[in-house]
Every structure is written in structure tokens, then in C-alpha cells.
């Protein structure tokens, strides 16, 4: 007897319990005699067929060599019990990885019968992850004692099973959290769950939300304790030690104006459309169509046509290159850089007034302006006015337009939109919310306070912001426009584009338009005219602004 205990003797194995708290020292116990691994006894009843020890290993030897090792084991010291098997390098990284990946703050461990060279035993392993309430994991093994090649000594043979048996080569056993994000809920503007089922267009971003604030939200995934493959993939779950906990991310979804976004694109064919709410910059609909592919509602890059006469013309008029109610030249024809414009069937407007122009979308009424402008104004216009290629700060991944400063014909093109310009249905809803508030209002789909975020201001305020109204609701009741905005109500602007791409046979539809305190921009690729094909699109989404 030792340290208060007693090893009975039971067929020749010790029936004792075999256990460590906090991995502490623990001192294996027989028959009132230490049991040294280099002098382990041989019973009277086996004898070894030669003096190296060759033969099974006799009853003592199992006896012996099993407690030895599981004392080792359970005491915490990979190395020591490791030592004790045939593979000293697998079992050595086997156990020792019970501590450090699957997290066993203790083992107790309770040898039964043996059989022939064959022991088995109990594990109850106490599992202790991070702050987490410990949990117990209690399942049966066994081992095998067979002699060594080399030194003739009684070891244990080492197999992954013997830790746990669903282990095999290439398994391991780690705790730690369950899947790669933990459960979190998107919120409407209303405080409702928004879900992909309800509103596939945006099962994209709510997935990106998901990643990217599963910290702020106060998610939490379920912990379990696990058996995982070489690229840690789960093979089986062993324990469950915490239920999941589902956060909550607060959106600017409106759920009437996202079901009419997705609705009039249903009816649209392919493209995409965003409505944001003037007064605030809170994105109120996001829609793809399909709603699986690309999003092109926020990181498209296309040139937006003449829906960026928009920009175009506030530039013009702070420039006092136009004004609204002022003659303005519209010929058939323009020359610049070398390249002749014209207009759609080459038309032309004689003595008409820059109004006329932008109403019937001119496009030599802006190119005709070019000799008077440098080559970086109308992307520092853009940029300071309009927030137009600043970093927006949106709450998910966007493309936040691109306005690169070009010369010669490609800075003509940019005037209507063409050349090098890059936009999407954001910005240019963007644009025409700037337009309709007055002030550049950074777009959010995630509100900035929710995690500190700085949204992006523009250095100036839109000066021409009443002109451009002007502009933009003539455009909408008597001009390119107007078919598309019939019969909607209120204060109401709108602008056409339809956007040339080298080998497309038909051009990209664009439309952006507003509706009292809401506007909405939207591209159909390949299809045709702004106002024929993308104007459906925002006008049905508009009819849904308060």
C-alpha cells in the first residue's frame, strides 16, 4: 500500500483506476514493489523461449506493461507513455494532441480483464475549452501487448483505435468551435429576419454579413468535441459541449421595396437594381437576377452610359459651361481627339436650350463642352461632388465607381458616360439620390454605428442641386424618360442610358430615377434602350416608395 491506495491482483492484472486531475503526477502502484520499465517481472508459469525474451509476453508482462502505460498516459506524459509503445513518434504526437487539440484537461483511465495479451480499459476524459463549462467524454478501448523486435521488452502496440476506436490512420480528435461561421441572423429595417429563402437576391450578401460580422453580432457556434480528417474536416461528432448562439445584424432592407426589386426583375429577364433612400444613404433593396450569380448590383463595373450625363451636367453648370434655360448647342455631329460623335439616329436640336439637350439625351450637347475642360475635371467632380470613387464603407463588398482622368476622345466619351468610366446599379442610384437630397449621403446596408464604421464624405456639396432636379423631372415627364415614369406621382426625376460595348450586339439599358425620398438605378445587359428595358425596372420599384 502507497498513497493510500491498494492494487488488487485479479487474474494477474491490477483492477485499479488509473487516473490524473489537471494532468498531475501520478505513481502506478503493484503488489507493494515499484515496477520498473526496464526490470518488468516474468511470472512463474511463462518462460521465454531464449534469453532475449522471445514468445508472448506472459501474464505479468501484459499486466505490467499495460498499467505502466496507462498510468503515463493518464498522468499527462505523452513522451513516457509513448515510450512504452513499438512507434514511439506516432503515439507521442497521438497523445499529446489530447491536451492541445482535444482539449482533455484530465483522463482517468480503468483497466478490465485481460485477454490473452489483450486489456481493456475505460476512458473518461474531462473536456476544458476556453471559458466553456467542462464537459465529460467517456467511451472503451483496448491494447495489446506484444514483445518487441529490437530489445525483446513487453510494449504496447500502438494503433490510432487504441485512443478512441473510430480513430484510424490520418484521424485526430480536436474540440473546438462547430462549422466555419457561427449562426447569424440578417434584420430588415423593421427588426425581421431577413432569410434567402424569402429573398434569394440576397443570399449573397447575407452570407458575406454572416462572415463579417459574426464578432459584433454576439454569435457564438456550438462547441463539440470531434473526430476530423487530415484537412480537419468533421468525421464524426463525439460531444456536443455548448448549444449555438445565433446573432443579429441590422440591415436598411426595406422588405416591400427588396420584394419589388426582385418582382420587377422577374419581369425584366437578366440585370440588376438597388434603391437607396435619399435622405439617409440606407440601401432599402439589393437584386440580381439570377440571384445565384454574379452580384452586379454592387461590385458591377460597366459603363453607365447617358445616365452619367447626370454628373456630366453638374459639372457643366458649376463650370458656367450650360444652364438649364440657356441655349446650348446639339449638332448632328461633334469632333474630338481625332473621333467624330454623333447622336442617336443623328439627330439634332436647333436653338435649343441645355434643358433640351439633357431631355432628349445629347450626347454632342456634352461632347461639344470637352475643348473647355482639363482632363482630370470630371473625375475630381465626380469624386468630390458625388463621393464617385471615394472608399464607401457600405457593410459589404462593394465597387464604388470609377471615374480615371483620360484625354482626347476617351475623356470626350467620359462626358456621356463611356471611355473608361466604370459604375453599377449602386452608384448610379447613388448619383441620382445625391441629386434628389442635395448632399452626398455615403450608401449603407449595415448602419455605421453598429460597428464603428466612417462612412465616406464628399468634400463638396452639390451647388446645381435644384437645376438638376429641374433637369431630371422634365427628363421623367417629357423626355427620354417619360414612357418608362407614366402615371407615378409626386416628385419624380429620372435619366435614360444606353451604354455601347465593343462586340455586343445590342447595348447594356440603363435607368436611374427617384420618387419622393427614394431612388433607384438599374442596368440590363445586352438588351437594348435605357428607357425601354432597365426604365420597367425602376419604375415598378419606385411605385413602391411611400
Known sequence: MRNGQRIALMAGVSAAVVSVVGFGAYSVLDDGQDTDRGTAATSSDSTPDDESGAGAPSAEEVRAASEEFLAAWAGGDAEAAARLTDDPEAAGAALGALASDAAFSSVSLEPGAPEDAEVPFTVAAVVSYEDEEPAELDWESRLTVVRDEGSGEPVVAWDPALVHPALDAGLSIETGPAGETPPVEMLDRNGDVLSAADHPSLGQVIADLGERYAEESGAAAAVETRIVDAEGETVEQLLQISEPVTGQVPTTIDPAIQRAAEDALAEGGQGAVVAIQPSTGAIQAIANNPADGFDTALEGSYAPGSTFKIVTASLLIDRGLAAANEQHPCPQYFEHGGWQFQNLNEFDIEGGTFADSFAASCNTAFISQAPELDDAE????????????????VGTTTMDGTVPTQSDAQM????????????????????SATVKDGTFRQPYLVPADFDGRQLAQAPRGLAAAGELRGLMSRTATSGTASAAMSGLTGDIGAKTGSAEVDGQEKPNAWFTGYRNDLAVAAVIPESGHGGEFAGPVVADVLRAAP
Open 378 to 393: 470630371l473625375g475630381n467632380h465626380a469624386r468630390d461632388v458625388f463621393g464617385l470613387g471615394l472608399t464607401w464603407q
Open 412 to 431: 470626350a466619351a467620359a462626358l456621356i458616360g463611356q471611355g473608361a468610366i466604370r459604375m453599377n446599379p449602386l452608384t448610379m442610384a447613388s448619383v
